[in-house]
């Protein structure tokens, strides 16, 4: 059903908690502090649906002043360099991955310490993860912002490549 499939090229980014939840976000929303979104699609009707009945679909949205994003961050897969979406589902046991109350711009995994720093492509920084958050690619239409592609890596629960390709 379109509530549960994963984030989709075309899909709207709303914010998935907060006094604006379900509004879309705008790039005037995003800082180095975590953001968490949903993607909108559309269901064979044309009506907006937000894909929230997977809550492995929850993602994180960074935005960084220019020149701190770097490698191995996708650039291209960026708005202007500044704006990033990642998986917000922790790649050891899919936790909700939370900013670091320690370091501004890093993230930590409430359940067991997981690290992750969202300004290197969301490499793990420290703890069980095994692997980084998936980025999402994004492209900005207007003040909003729109998925443009499918995750560069595999995102959480997936195990493989190869299985979440079969799942899209
Ligand atoms: Fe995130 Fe274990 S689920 S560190």
Same mark, same amino acid.
């Given at each position: ?47 907006? %649906?937000?894909?929230? =009945?997977? !809550?492995?679909?929850? #993602? /994180?949205?960074?935005?960084?002043? $220019? ?55 969301? %490499?793990?920084?420290? =703890?069980? !993860?095994?692997?980084? #958050? /998936?980025?999402?690619?994004?492209? $900005? ?28």
């Amino acid at each position: 059903t379109p509530d549960k499939m994963p984030p989709l090229k075309g899909d709207l980014l709303v914010h998935a908690e907060g006094s604006k939840e379900g509004r879309p976000v705008r790039l005037e929303d995003l800082s180095i502090q975590l953001v968490r979104a949903w993607p909108m699609g559309k269901n064979e009707n044309g009506e907006d %649906v937000i894909r929230k =009945g997977d !809550p492995n679909n929850i #993602l /994180a949205l960074y935005r960084f002043p $220019q020149g701190q994003l770097v490698a191995p961050t996708n650039l291209e897969a960026t708005i202007n360099g500044q704006v990033v979406a990642y998986s917000d589902v922790c790649t050891h046991a899919g936790c909700s991955v939370s900013d670091s109350d320690v370091n501004a711009g890093e993230m930590r995994c409430p359940c067991h310490s997981g690290q992750y720093d969202p300004k290197r492509g969301a %490499v793990v920084t420290g =703890g069980p !993860p095994p692997r980084p #958050l /998936a980025q999402l690619p994004i492209t $900005q239409q207007g003040e909003n912002l729109v998925v443009s592609g499918f995750f560069l890596t595999y995102p959480y629960p997936f195990t493989s490549k190869e299985e979440w390709e079969s799942h899209i």
